[in-house]
Protein backbone atom coordinates (compact mmCIF):
# COMPACT_ATOMS: atom_id res chain seq x y z
CA UNK A 1 0.00 0.00 0.00
CA UNK A 2 1.55 3.39 -1.28
CA UNK A 3 2.02 5.63 2.19
CA UNK A 4 0.93 9.47 1.53
CA UNK A 5 3.52 11.93 3.09
CA UNK A 6 3.33 15.46 3.85
CA UNK A 7 3.14 18.09 0.71
CA UNK A 8 5.95 20.20 0.37
CA UNK A 9 6.63 22.98 -2.45
CA UNK A 10 9.36 21.02 -4.70
CA UNK A 11 10.42 17.53 -4.87
CA UNK A 12 13.50 17.12 -6.87
CA UNK A 13 14.51 13.43 -8.60
CA UNK A 14 18.12 13.18 -9.16
CA UNK A 15 21.02 14.85 -6.92
CA UNK A 16 23.83 15.49 -9.90
CA UNK A 17 24.70 18.62 -10.96
CA UNK A 18 21.13 19.70 -12.20
CA UNK A 19 19.51 18.40 -9.32
CA UNK A 20 21.74 19.71 -6.47
CA UNK A 21 21.89 23.14 -7.77
CA UNK A 22 17.90 23.42 -7.83
CA UNK A 23 17.63 21.87 -4.34
CA UNK A 24 20.76 24.33 -2.85
CA UNK A 25 18.87 27.73 -4.51
CA UNK A 26 15.47 26.82 -3.98
CA UNK A 27 16.20 26.20 -0.42
CA UNK A 28 18.11 29.37 -0.22
CA UNK A 29 14.70 30.89 -1.32
CA UNK A 30 13.26 29.58 1.63
CA UNK A 31 11.35 26.76 -0.12
CA UNK A 32 10.54 23.67 1.34
CA UNK A 33 12.78 20.52 -0.98
CA UNK A 34 12.65 16.81 -1.20
CA UNK A 35 15.35 15.62 -3.31
CA UNK A 36 15.28 11.97 -4.32
CA UNK A 37 18.34 9.91 -4.91
CA UNK A 38 17.65 6.21 -6.10
CA UNK A 39 21.86 5.41 -5.15
CA UNK A 40 23.18 5.76 -1.15
CA UNK A 41 24.32 8.83 0.98
CA UNK A 42 28.27 9.32 0.10
CA UNK A 43 30.47 12.18 1.10
CA UNK A 44 34.30 12.84 0.45
CA UNK A 45 35.17 10.70 3.93
CA UNK A 46 33.59 7.27 1.84
CA UNK A 47 36.58 8.06 -0.94
CA UNK A 48 39.45 8.77 1.74
CA UNK A 49 42.39 6.36 0.52
CA UNK A 50 40.07 4.50 -2.34
CA UNK A 51 42.91 4.20 -5.13
CA UNK A 52 41.97 0.97 -6.33
CA UNK A 53 41.71 1.07 -10.51
CA UNK A 54 40.55 -3.26 -10.18
CA UNK A 55 37.74 -1.88 -8.38
CA UNK A 56 36.64 1.40 -9.94
CA UNK A 57 38.15 1.10 -13.66
CA UNK A 58 37.73 -2.37 -14.08
CA UNK A 59 34.70 -3.13 -12.06
CA UNK A 60 33.13 -0.07 -11.82
CA UNK A 61 31.84 0.31 -8.56
CA UNK A 62 30.19 3.58 -8.12
CA UNK A 63 27.87 2.71 -11.56
CA UNK A 64 24.36 2.09 -11.31
CA UNK A 65 23.36 -1.58 -10.77
CA UNK A 66 21.62 -3.22 -13.89
CA UNK A 67 20.21 -5.83 -12.50
CA UNK A 68 17.88 -3.25 -11.79
CA UNK A 69 17.18 -1.21 -14.39
CA UNK A 70 18.52 -1.27 -17.51
CA UNK A 71 18.01 0.14 -21.11
CA UNK A 72 18.11 -1.76 -24.07
CA UNK A 73 19.83 -1.08 -27.71
CA UNK A 74 19.42 -1.24 -31.60
CA UNK A 75 20.72 0.37 -34.75
CA UNK A 76 17.08 0.43 -36.79
CA UNK A 77 13.73 0.49 -36.64
CA UNK A 78 13.02 -3.46 -37.44
CA UNK A 79 15.56 -4.30 -35.29
CA UNK A 80 14.79 -6.41 -31.94
CA UNK A 81 16.19 -4.19 -28.44
CA UNK A 82 18.20 -5.95 -26.15
CA UNK A 83 19.12 -4.99 -22.66
CA UNK A 84 22.02 -3.73 -22.07
CA UNK A 85 23.64 -5.77 -19.08
CA UNK A 86 27.26 -5.67 -18.02
CA UNK A 87 28.89 -1.95 -16.28
CA UNK A 88 31.27 -2.18 -18.74
CA UNK A 89 28.92 -1.37 -21.74
CA UNK A 90 26.51 0.93 -19.25
CA UNK A 91 28.19 3.25 -17.18
CA UNK A 92 25.76 5.55 -15.74
CA UNK A 93 26.75 7.11 -12.16
CA UNK A 94 24.56 6.20 -8.86
CA UNK A 95 24.85 7.45 -5.19
CA UNK A 96 23.86 10.76 -3.73
CA UNK A 97 26.12 13.35 -6.20
CA UNK A 98 25.46 11.22 -9.14
CA UNK A 99 27.65 10.89 -12.49
CA UNK A 100 28.92 14.16 -11.07
CA UNK A 101 31.07 12.46 -8.39
CA UNK A 102 32.83 10.04 -10.58
CA UNK A 103 33.35 12.69 -13.75
CA UNK A 104 36.56 13.66 -14.92
CA UNK A 105 36.47 17.33 -14.69
CA UNK A 106 36.15 18.90 -18.07
CA UNK A 107 34.58 21.30 -18.44
CA UNK A 108 33.07 23.38 -21.24
CA UNK A 109 30.95 25.73 -22.59
CA UNK A 110 28.66 25.23 -25.74
CA UNK A 111 29.02 27.76 -28.34
CA UNK A 112 26.67 30.57 -29.27
CA UNK A 113 26.51 28.12 -33.10
CA UNK A 114 25.04 25.49 -31.06
CA UNK A 115 21.87 27.54 -29.53
CA UNK A 116 20.90 28.66 -32.90
CA UNK A 117 22.50 26.31 -35.29
CA UNK A 118 19.70 26.03 -37.84
CA UNK A 119 19.40 29.54 -37.91
CA UNK A 120 22.68 29.82 -38.48
CA UNK A 121 23.64 27.28 -40.84
CA UNK A 122 20.85 28.50 -43.25
CA UNK A 123 21.90 31.80 -42.75
CA UNK A 124 25.47 30.94 -44.43
CA UNK A 125 24.76 27.97 -46.25
CA UNK A 126 21.30 27.80 -47.13
CA UNK A 127 18.90 25.31 -46.39
CA UNK A 128 19.87 22.49 -48.73
CA UNK A 129 23.36 22.33 -46.59
CA UNK A 130 21.01 20.68 -43.76
CA UNK A 131 20.61 16.79 -44.84
CA UNK A 132 17.34 15.05 -45.36
CA UNK A 133 16.25 14.05 -42.23
CA UNK A 134 18.33 15.76 -39.82
CA UNK A 135 16.43 17.13 -37.18
CA UNK A 136 18.18 20.06 -36.41
CA UNK A 137 16.37 23.14 -34.60
CA UNK A 138 17.42 26.17 -32.68
CA UNK A 139 17.37 25.81 -28.95
CA UNK A 140 14.84 28.83 -27.71
CA UNK A 141 17.79 30.78 -26.17
CA UNK A 142 20.68 32.43 -27.09
CA UNK A 143 24.20 31.82 -25.59
CA UNK A 144 24.22 35.57 -24.56
CA UNK A 145 21.27 34.81 -22.76
CA UNK A 146 22.86 31.60 -20.84
CA UNK A 147 26.22 33.05 -20.24
CA UNK A 148 25.37 34.46 -17.00
CA UNK A 149 24.16 31.23 -15.75
CA UNK A 150 27.37 29.56 -17.51
CA UNK A 151 29.50 32.09 -15.06
CA UNK A 152 27.59 31.58 -12.20
CA UNK A 153 28.08 27.67 -12.53
CA UNK A 154 31.88 28.08 -13.13
CA UNK A 155 31.88 30.37 -9.75
CA UNK A 156 30.23 27.47 -7.66
CA UNK A 157 32.40 24.90 -9.53
CA UNK A 158 35.27 26.60 -8.78
CA UNK A 159 36.76 26.07 -13.01
CA UNK A 160 40.27 26.29 -12.87
CA UNK A 161 41.19 27.64 -16.53
CA UNK A 162 42.29 30.31 -18.76
CA UNK A 163 40.39 32.55 -21.57
CA UNK A 164 40.23 31.17 -24.81
CA UNK A 165 42.98 32.74 -27.57
CA UNK A 166 41.02 31.54 -30.36
CA UNK A 167 39.59 34.88 -31.87
CA UNK A 168 36.49 32.70 -32.58
CA UNK A 169 35.63 31.87 -29.11
CA UNK A 170 32.56 33.04 -27.23
CA UNK A 171 32.72 35.92 -25.14
CA UNK A 172 33.06 35.12 -21.18
CA UNK A 173 31.56 37.56 -18.53
CA UNK A 174 34.52 37.34 -16.25
CA UNK A 175 37.67 35.04 -15.91
CA UNK A 176 37.33 31.66 -14.22
CA UNK A 177 38.04 31.81 -10.86
CA UNK A 178 40.93 29.72 -10.24
CA UNK A 179 43.97 29.24 -13.06
CA UNK A 180 44.69 27.14 -15.19
CA UNK A 181 46.06 23.35 -14.38
CA UNK A 182 50.39 22.52 -14.96
CA UNK A 183 51.83 22.51 -17.71
CA UNK A 184 53.43 19.30 -18.30
CA UNK A 185 56.13 18.31 -20.86
CA UNK A 186 53.26 16.45 -23.24
CA UNK A 187 51.26 19.12 -23.31
CA UNK A 188 53.58 21.57 -23.98
CA UNK A 189 55.05 19.38 -26.57
CA UNK A 190 51.15 19.76 -28.36
CA UNK A 191 50.58 23.23 -27.82
CA UNK A 192 53.94 23.98 -29.47
CA UNK A 193 52.43 21.46 -32.46
CA UNK A 194 49.30 23.29 -32.25
CA UNK A 195 50.82 26.47 -32.91
CA UNK A 196 53.48 25.63 -36.05
CA UNK A 197 50.08 24.51 -37.49
CA UNK A 198 48.56 27.81 -36.93
CA UNK A 199 45.66 27.03 -34.19
CA UNK A 200 45.19 28.89 -30.91
CA UNK A 201 45.99 25.88 -27.76
CA UNK A 202 45.08 26.23 -24.51
CA UNK A 203 44.17 24.32 -21.13
CA UNK A 204 41.31 23.02 -20.66
CA UNK A 205 39.00 23.73 -18.31
CA UNK A 206 39.47 21.92 -15.33
CA UNK A 207 36.97 21.10 -12.16
CA UNK A 208 40.31 19.58 -10.70
CA UNK A 209 40.61 22.66 -8.78
CA UNK A 210 44.15 24.42 -9.18
CA UNK A 211 44.23 25.88 -5.50
CA UNK A 212 42.00 26.03 -2.18
CA UNK A 213 38.67 27.90 -2.78
CA UNK A 214 35.53 29.03 -1.44
CA UNK A 215 32.97 29.66 -3.70
CA UNK A 216 29.82 31.87 -3.69
CA UNK A 217 27.79 29.30 -1.37
CA UNK A 218 31.29 29.38 1.29
CA UNK A 219 31.59 25.82 0.66
CA UNK A 220 35.69 25.55 -0.04
CA UNK A 221 36.98 23.03 -2.57
CA UNK A 222 40.68 21.72 -1.88
CA UNK A 223 43.52 22.06 -4.71
CA UNK A 224 44.28 19.49 -6.55
CA UNK A 225 47.38 17.33 -6.16
CA UNK A 226 47.55 15.34 -9.36
CA UNK A 227 47.01 12.01 -8.05
CA UNK A 228 45.45 10.50 -11.04
CA UNK A 229 42.36 9.12 -9.46
CA UNK A 230 39.24 11.30 -11.17
CA UNK A 231 37.99 9.66 -13.82
CA UNK A 232 35.40 7.33 -12.29
CA UNK A 233 36.64 7.61 -8.68
CA UNK A 234 35.18 9.70 -6.49
CA UNK A 235 37.84 12.79 -4.58
CA UNK A 236 39.35 11.92 -1.73
CA UNK A 237 40.74 15.19 -1.25
CA UNK A 238 37.48 17.16 -1.83
CA UNK A 239 39.46 19.05 -4.72
CA UNK A 240 37.33 17.69 -7.42
CA UNK A 241 34.17 19.96 -8.99
CA UNK A 242 30.82 18.11 -7.75
CA UNK A 243 27.95 18.13 -5.61
CA UNK A 244 29.34 16.71 -2.38
CA UNK A 245 31.29 19.26 -1.79
CA UNK A 246 29.26 22.64 -3.27
CA UNK A 247 25.68 22.38 -3.62
CA UNK A 248 25.17 19.27 -1.79
CA UNK A 249 26.44 20.94 1.49
CA UNK A 250 24.90 24.15 0.87
CA UNK A 251 21.25 22.67 -0.11
CA UNK A 252 21.29 21.37 3.75
CA UNK A 253 22.95 24.57 5.29
CA UNK A 254 19.75 26.21 4.60
CA UNK A 255 18.16 23.62 6.66
CA UNK A 256 15.03 23.57 3.98
CA UNK A 257 16.04 20.65 2.10
CA UNK A 258 15.88 17.01 2.77
CA UNK A 259 17.92 14.22 0.99
CA UNK A 260 16.14 10.82 0.59
CA UNK A 261 19.15 8.17 -0.56
CA UNK A 262 18.03 4.48 -1.83
CA UNK A 263 14.80 6.01 -2.93
CA UNK A 264 14.14 4.71 -6.72
CA UNK A 265 11.06 6.95 -8.24
CA UNK A 266 8.58 5.38 -10.67
CA UNK A 267 6.01 7.49 -11.29
CA UNK A 268 5.38 11.64 -12.05
CA UNK A 269 1.44 11.77 -10.36
CA UNK A 270 -0.40 13.98 -11.96
CA UNK A 271 -4.17 15.20 -12.41
CA UNK A 272 -6.35 17.30 -14.45
CA UNK A 273 -3.33 18.29 -16.46
CA UNK A 274 -0.92 19.24 -13.22
CA UNK A 275 1.70 17.44 -11.76
CA UNK A 276 0.95 16.76 -8.01
CA UNK A 277 3.98 14.88 -7.07
CA UNK A 278 5.70 11.35 -7.38
CA UNK A 279 5.60 7.98 -6.35
CA UNK A 280 9.08 6.25 -4.96
CA UNK A 281 9.86 3.07 -3.11
CA UNK A 282 12.64 3.00 -0.25
CA UNK A 283 14.94 0.36 -1.54
CA UNK A 284 15.76 -0.65 1.75
CA UNK A 285 12.25 -1.55 3.21
CA UNK A 286 9.90 -1.91 -0.06
CA UNK A 287 7.73 0.48 1.10
CA UNK A 288 6.15 2.74 -1.83
CA UNK A 289 5.71 6.45 -0.34
CA UNK A 290 3.63 8.87 -2.44
CA UNK A 291 5.45 12.65 -1.84
CA UNK A 292 2.58 15.56 -2.79
CA UNK A 293 4.61 18.73 -3.85
CA UNK A 294 3.54 22.25 -5.78
CA UNK A 295 6.39 21.39 -7.77
CA UNK A 296 7.68 18.38 -9.71
CA UNK A 297 11.70 19.10 -10.68
CA UNK A 298 12.79 15.72 -12.86
CA UNK A 299 17.35 16.22 -12.69
CA UNK A 300 17.96 12.65 -13.19
CA UNK A 301 20.31 11.36 -15.93
CA UNK A 302 18.48 11.18 -19.53
CA UNK A 303 17.19 7.97 -19.57
CA UNK A 304 15.95 8.31 -16.68
CA UNK A 305 14.17 12.10 -17.05
CA UNK A 306 12.96 10.15 -20.80
CA UNK A 307 11.76 7.52 -18.99
CA UNK A 308 9.91 9.06 -16.38
CA UNK A 309 7.77 10.48 -18.66
CA UNK A 310 7.15 8.09 -21.10
CA UNK A 311 5.80 5.98 -17.74
CA UNK A 312 3.96 8.53 -16.35
CA UNK A 313 2.43 9.06 -19.81
CA UNK A 314 3.10 12.87 -19.96
CA UNK A 315 3.26 14.44 -22.81
CA UNK A 316 3.27 13.11 -27.17
CA UNK A 317 5.64 9.99 -27.67
CA UNK A 318 7.91 10.52 -30.53
CA UNK A 319 7.12 8.89 -33.62
CA UNK A 320 10.02 7.97 -35.72
CA UNK A 321 7.18 6.76 -39.07
CA UNK A 322 5.41 10.33 -38.98
CA UNK A 323 8.39 12.74 -37.43
CA UNK A 324 5.59 13.84 -34.95
CA UNK A 325 5.31 13.86 -31.08
CA UNK A 326 8.29 15.30 -28.93
CA UNK A 327 9.02 12.96 -25.88
CA UNK A 328 12.25 10.69 -27.09
CA UNK A 329 12.76 13.36 -30.01
CA UNK A 330 16.43 13.75 -31.02
CA UNK A 331 18.13 11.04 -28.69
CA UNK A 332 22.15 12.14 -28.92
CA UNK A 333 25.46 11.75 -27.26
CA UNK A 334 28.64 10.71 -27.56
CA UNK A 335 29.08 7.37 -28.60
CA UNK A 336 31.93 4.98 -29.78
CA UNK A 337 32.64 7.15 -32.71
CA UNK A 338 33.24 10.52 -30.56
CA UNK A 339 36.77 10.19 -28.65
CA UNK A 340 38.85 9.02 -32.08
CA UNK A 341 42.32 10.57 -33.11
CA UNK A 342 45.60 9.61 -33.45
CA UNK A 343 47.96 7.83 -31.39
CA UNK A 344 52.16 9.14 -31.54
CA UNK A 345 54.86 6.42 -30.57
CA UNK A 346 57.91 7.90 -29.42
CA UNK A 347 61.63 6.53 -29.40
CA UNK A 348 63.48 9.70 -27.62
CA UNK A 349 60.78 11.46 -25.37
CA UNK A 350 59.62 9.93 -22.26
CA UNK A 351 56.97 10.98 -20.27
CA UNK A 352 55.87 11.31 -16.40
CA UNK A 353 52.08 9.29 -18.03
CA UNK A 354 51.28 8.03 -14.33
CA UNK A 355 50.64 11.06 -12.85
CA UNK A 356 47.57 13.18 -13.84
CA UNK A 357 44.26 14.10 -13.48
CA UNK A 358 40.59 14.08 -15.10
CA UNK A 359 40.44 17.35 -16.91
CA UNK A 360 44.58 17.76 -16.96
CA UNK A 361 44.88 18.10 -20.91
CA UNK A 362 45.40 21.04 -23.55
CA UNK A 363 43.10 21.44 -26.31
CA UNK A 364 42.48 23.70 -29.35
CA UNK A 365 38.80 25.07 -30.06
CA UNK A 366 39.48 26.35 -34.19
CA UNK A 367 38.14 23.94 -35.66
CA UNK A 368 35.19 23.61 -33.28
CA UNK A 369 31.13 24.39 -34.30
CA UNK A 370 31.17 26.73 -37.47
CA UNK A 371 34.63 28.45 -37.03
CA UNK A 372 35.77 27.19 -40.63
CA UNK A 373 34.07 27.43 -43.62
CA UNK A 374 32.18 23.74 -44.49
CA UNK A 375 30.77 25.24 -47.77
CA UNK A 376 33.21 22.04 -49.22
CA UNK A 377 32.91 19.92 -46.37
CA UNK A 378 30.78 16.96 -46.05
CA UNK A 379 29.16 17.38 -42.53
CA UNK A 380 27.78 20.13 -40.54
CA UNK A 381 29.56 21.74 -37.10
CA UNK A 382 33.03 20.55 -36.04
CA UNK A 383 34.98 18.98 -32.79
CA UNK A 384 37.33 19.95 -30.05
CA UNK A 385 41.36 18.38 -30.37
CA UNK A 386 42.29 17.45 -27.01
CA UNK A 387 45.31 15.47 -25.48
CA UNK A 388 44.78 14.61 -22.06
CA UNK A 389 47.34 13.53 -19.37
CA UNK A 390 44.99 11.06 -17.20
CA UNK A 391 47.23 9.12 -15.61
CA UNK A 392 47.50 5.94 -16.53
CA UNK A 393 46.47 2.92 -14.50
CA UNK A 394 48.92 -0.03 -14.26
CA UNK A 395 45.67 -2.40 -15.31
CA UNK A 396 44.73 -0.64 -18.59
CA UNK A 397 48.18 0.96 -19.63
CA UNK A 398 49.41 -1.33 -22.10
CA UNK A 399 50.04 0.90 -25.40
CA UNK A 400 51.93 -0.63 -28.11
CA UNK A 401 52.17 -0.20 -31.70
CA UNK A 402 49.26 -1.47 -34.53
CA UNK A 403 50.53 -5.18 -35.66
CA UNK A 404 52.02 -5.87 -32.20
CA UNK A 405 50.77 -9.05 -31.00
CA UNK A 406 49.07 -9.03 -27.84
CA UNK A 407 50.44 -11.41 -26.20
CA UNK A 408 54.11 -12.95 -25.80
CA UNK A 409 57.75 -11.55 -25.57
CA UNK A 410 57.25 -8.59 -28.23
CA UNK A 411 54.41 -7.10 -26.92
CA UNK A 412 55.53 -7.71 -22.78
CA UNK A 413 58.40 -5.57 -24.41
CA UNK A 414 57.22 -2.96 -26.29
CA UNK A 415 54.48 -2.52 -23.53
CA UNK A 416 57.60 -1.89 -21.28
CA UNK A 417 59.44 0.30 -23.60
CA UNK A 418 56.09 2.29 -24.96
CA UNK A 419 54.67 2.92 -21.07
CA UNK A 420 56.08 6.12 -20.75
CA UNK A 421 56.49 7.05 -24.56
CA UNK A 422 53.46 7.03 -26.00
CA UNK A 423 50.68 10.15 -26.11
CA UNK A 424 47.43 9.95 -27.75
CA UNK A 425 45.63 13.22 -29.87
CA UNK A 426 41.85 12.60 -29.69
CA UNK A 427 38.80 15.08 -31.92
CA UNK A 428 35.06 15.63 -30.08
CA UNK A 429 32.94 16.20 -32.92
CA UNK A 430 29.24 17.26 -32.43
CA UNK A 431 26.51 14.78 -33.04
CA UNK A 432 23.66 15.79 -35.13
CA UNK A 433 19.90 14.18 -34.25
CA UNK A 434 18.26 12.35 -36.97
CA UNK A 435 15.13 11.65 -37.28
CA UNK A 436 15.76 7.72 -36.77
CA UNK A 437 17.55 7.96 -33.57
CA UNK A 438 15.27 8.29 -30.68
CA UNK A 439 14.19 7.16 -27.26
CA UNK A 440 10.68 5.14 -26.55
CA UNK A 441 9.36 2.47 -23.81
CA UNK A 442 10.68 -1.25 -24.72
CA UNK A 443 7.67 -3.56 -25.91
CA UNK A 444 9.17 -7.00 -24.31
CA UNK A 445 11.77 -6.47 -20.84
CA UNK A 446 11.46 -4.90 -17.70
CA UNK A 447 12.79 -3.59 -14.73
CA UNK A 448 12.45 -5.20 -11.28
CA UNK A 449 9.43 -3.69 -10.78
CA UNK A 450 8.08 -4.89 -14.32
CA UNK A 451 7.69 -1.73 -15.28
CA UNK A 452 9.10 -1.31 -19.04
CA UNK A 453 12.70 -0.48 -19.94
CA UNK A 454 13.52 2.27 -22.16
CA UNK A 455 14.35 1.53 -25.28
CA UNK A 456 17.34 3.31 -27.19
CA UNK A 457 17.43 3.16 -31.30
CA UNK A 458 21.02 4.99 -32.58
CA UNK A 459 22.33 4.82 -35.86
CA UNK A 460 25.29 6.42 -37.30
CA UNK A 461 25.36 8.17 -40.74
CA UNK A 462 27.36 9.53 -43.22
CA UNK A 463 27.80 12.70 -41.11
CA UNK A 464 28.92 11.31 -38.14
CA UNK A 465 31.86 8.74 -40.42
CA UNK A 466 32.70 12.27 -42.28
CA UNK A 467 33.59 14.43 -39.36
CA UNK A 468 35.27 11.40 -37.22
CA UNK A 469 37.21 10.92 -41.06
CA UNK A 470 38.38 14.78 -40.65
CA UNK A 471 39.00 14.42 -37.25
CA UNK A 472 41.06 11.74 -37.61
CA UNK A 473 43.11 13.16 -40.06
CA UNK A 474 43.73 16.63 -38.19
CA UNK A 475 44.92 14.95 -34.89
CA UNK A 476 47.76 12.91 -37.33
CA UNK A 477 48.81 16.51 -38.30
CA UNK A 478 49.40 17.30 -34.84
CA UNK A 479 51.08 13.91 -33.56
CA UNK A 480 53.27 14.12 -36.47
CA UNK A 481 54.17 17.94 -35.59
CA UNK A 482 54.68 16.54 -32.23
CA UNK A 483 58.03 14.17 -33.63
CA UNK A 484 55.94 11.09 -32.97
CA UNK A 485 58.46 7.82 -35.24
CA UNK A 486 55.22 5.45 -35.20
CA UNK A 487 51.70 7.36 -35.77
CA UNK A 488 48.48 5.06 -35.30
CA UNK A 489 45.12 6.18 -36.76
CA UNK A 490 41.99 5.00 -34.88
CA UNK A 491 39.76 3.32 -36.79
CA UNK A 492 35.94 4.41 -37.85
CA UNK A 493 33.35 2.03 -36.99
CA UNK A 494 30.41 1.51 -39.40
CA UNK A 495 27.52 1.43 -36.86
CA UNK A 496 27.19 1.94 -33.28
CA UNK A 497 28.43 -1.23 -30.82
CA UNK A 498 25.87 -0.94 -28.08
CA UNK A 499 28.65 0.14 -25.29
CA UNK A 500 27.69 3.40 -23.50
CA UNK A 501 30.33 3.61 -21.14
CA UNK A 502 31.20 7.52 -22.01
CA UNK A 503 28.31 8.71 -19.84
CA UNK A 504 27.46 11.59 -21.79
CA UNK A 505 24.04 11.04 -23.38
CA UNK A 506 20.99 13.86 -24.22
CA UNK A 507 17.74 14.41 -25.87
CA UNK A 508 14.32 13.01 -25.56
CA UNK A 509 13.41 16.04 -23.77
CA UNK A 510 14.49 19.13 -25.86
CA UNK A 511 14.18 22.43 -25.06
CA UNK A 512 12.90 25.19 -27.64
CA UNK A 513 10.29 28.01 -28.41
CA UNK A 514 7.81 25.63 -30.91
CA UNK A 515 6.05 23.00 -28.61
CA UNK A 516 5.01 21.06 -31.38
CA UNK A 517 9.05 20.41 -31.96
CA UNK A 518 10.28 20.77 -28.19
CA UNK A 519 9.15 18.96 -24.46
CA UNK A 520 10.47 22.06 -22.54
CA UNK A 521 10.98 25.87 -22.67
CA UNK A 522 13.71 27.89 -21.71
CA UNK A 523 13.60 27.62 -18.06
CA UNK A 524 13.61 23.78 -18.53
CA UNK A 525 9.51 24.05 -17.75
CA UNK A 526 6.75 21.60 -19.87
CA UNK A 527 4.79 22.55 -22.26
CA UNK A 528 2.18 20.46 -21.09
CA UNK A 529 2.43 20.33 -17.72
CA UNK A 530 3.65 23.81 -16.22
CA UNK A 531 5.08 23.01 -12.89
CA UNK A 532 6.66 19.85 -13.93
CA UNK A 533 10.28 20.88 -15.10
CA UNK A 534 12.68 18.38 -16.42
CA UNK A 535 15.78 19.54 -16.36
CA UNK A 536 19.90 18.14 -17.55
CA UNK A 537 20.91 16.75 -20.72
CA UNK A 538 17.74 15.37 -21.74
CA UNK A 539 16.88 18.83 -22.84
CA UNK A 540 19.93 19.11 -25.32
CA UNK A 541 18.39 19.29 -29.18
CA UNK A 542 21.87 18.18 -30.67
CA UNK A 543 25.44 17.33 -28.60
CA UNK A 544 27.87 19.81 -29.10
CA UNK A 545 31.44 19.51 -29.80
CA UNK A 546 32.88 19.06 -25.98
CA UNK A 547 31.19 17.72 -22.82
CA UNK A 548 28.10 18.55 -21.19
CA UNK A 549 28.97 19.48 -17.49
CA UNK A 550 29.06 23.12 -17.65
CA UNK A 551 25.80 23.24 -20.30
CA UNK A 552 23.86 20.99 -17.41
CA UNK A 553 25.12 23.64 -14.58
CA UNK A 554 23.81 26.69 -16.59
CA UNK A 555 20.66 24.95 -17.27
CA UNK A 556 20.44 23.82 -14.00
CA UNK A 557 20.98 28.00 -12.44
CA UNK A 558 18.11 28.90 -15.25
CA UNK A 559 15.90 26.18 -14.33
CA UNK A 560 15.97 27.48 -10.32
CA UNK A 561 15.27 30.53 -11.51
CA UNK A 562 12.35 29.84 -13.33
CA UNK A 563 10.99 27.65 -10.54
CA UNK A 564 10.59 30.62 -7.97
CA UNK A 565 9.35 32.57 -10.56
CA UNK A 566 6.39 29.88 -10.95
CA UNK A 567 5.90 29.88 -6.94
CA UNK A 568 6.18 33.86 -6.55
CA UNK A 569 4.13 33.72 -9.03
CA UNK A 570 1.24 31.47 -8.49
CA UNK A 571 1.87 29.42 -11.32
CA UNK A 572 1.41 30.03 -15.36
CA UNK A 573 3.93 29.66 -18.04
CA UNK A 574 7.80 31.26 -17.96
CA UNK A 575 7.72 30.88 -21.84
CA UNK A 576 8.26 34.03 -24.22
CA UNK A 577 5.89 34.56 -26.42
CA UNK A 578 6.46 32.18 -29.61
CA UNK A 579 4.85 34.02 -32.13
CA UNK A 580 8.19 33.73 -33.91
CA UNK A 581 8.85 29.51 -33.42
CA UNK A 582 11.70 28.03 -33.71
CA UNK A 583 13.30 27.08 -37.16
CA UNK A 584 13.82 23.94 -37.79
CA UNK A 585 13.96 20.78 -40.63
CA UNK A 586 12.41 17.74 -40.32
Known amino acids: MVRKLDKVDVVVVGTGWAGGIISAELGKAGYKVVALERGEEKSTKDYIGVKDELRFTNRFEMMQDLS ?34 HWAGATYRFLPYDFEIYSKTVERYGKKKIPDGMMLQDWGITYDELEPYYDRFEKTAGISGEQDPNPNAPKHSSDYPNPPTKETPNLKLFKEAARKLGYHPMQVPSGNVTQNYENPDGQTINQCVYCAFCTQYGCDFGAKSDPIVTVIPAARKTGNVEFRTQSYVRRVLH ?27 LAAFTFTNNRLLMLSDIGKQYDPNTRTGVIGRNYNGQFNITFLGARGFFNDKKFNLYMGAGALGATFTDLTGDNFDHTDLDFL ?26 WGPEFKEKSIYYANRNLVVWYTPAVMPWWHNYTDLDPTYTDVFNDPLLRATFKYTDQDRNIAKFGIEKCREVVEEMGADIVDDDEI ?59 VGALGYRAAEGIEKYLKNGGGSLAKSHEQKDKKII
Open 381 to 406: HGGGVELRQYGDGAIASNKVPKGTPR
Open 271 to 297: KNGKATGVMYVDMVTGQEYEQPADVVV
Open 68 to 101: LETITSRNTLDETALPVRTKHELGVGNDLGGGSV
Open 493 to 551: PEEFDHVYQGGHYAGGVIMGSDPSTSAVNNYLQMWDMDNLFVVGASAFPHFSNHHPTAT
